[in-house]
């Protein structure tokens, strides 16, 4: 295989095209306590599921910055963690 910049940024090291996974523990964290804002929107649980939902994505971010399998990858790892960070301030 060629070593292009395609190939850099779209696929992994088995040289499968990689844009998107199965959720890992962080993403399926989040997911879950985004949908249970919805039913609490209000107290201390919302406000617990809302440090939950911050911090795990937070993680799901971090990991793909500096493990993501391909370019792509880890550019969405940067763009999340920048918004996320932006949105907080």
């Not at 985004?34 to 971010?61: C, D, H």
Request: glycine content about 6%; overall charge positive.
């Amino acid at each position: 295989m060629e070593d292009t910049l395609f190939n850099k940024v779209f696929r992994d090291n088995e040289g499968k095209i990689v844009l998107a996974q199965m959720p890992n523990l962080p993403l399926i964290v989040w997911i879950v306590a985004s949908l249970l804002k919805l039913i609490f929107t209000t107290g201390k649980i919302s406000i617990g599921l809302e440090v939950l939902a911050f911090g795990s994505l937070f993680t799901w971010a971090w990991e793909e910055l500096f493990q993501g399998v391909n370019y792509f990858r880890r550019a969405l790892g940067i763009l999340v963690l920048v918004s996320l960070i932006a949105s907080k301030i």
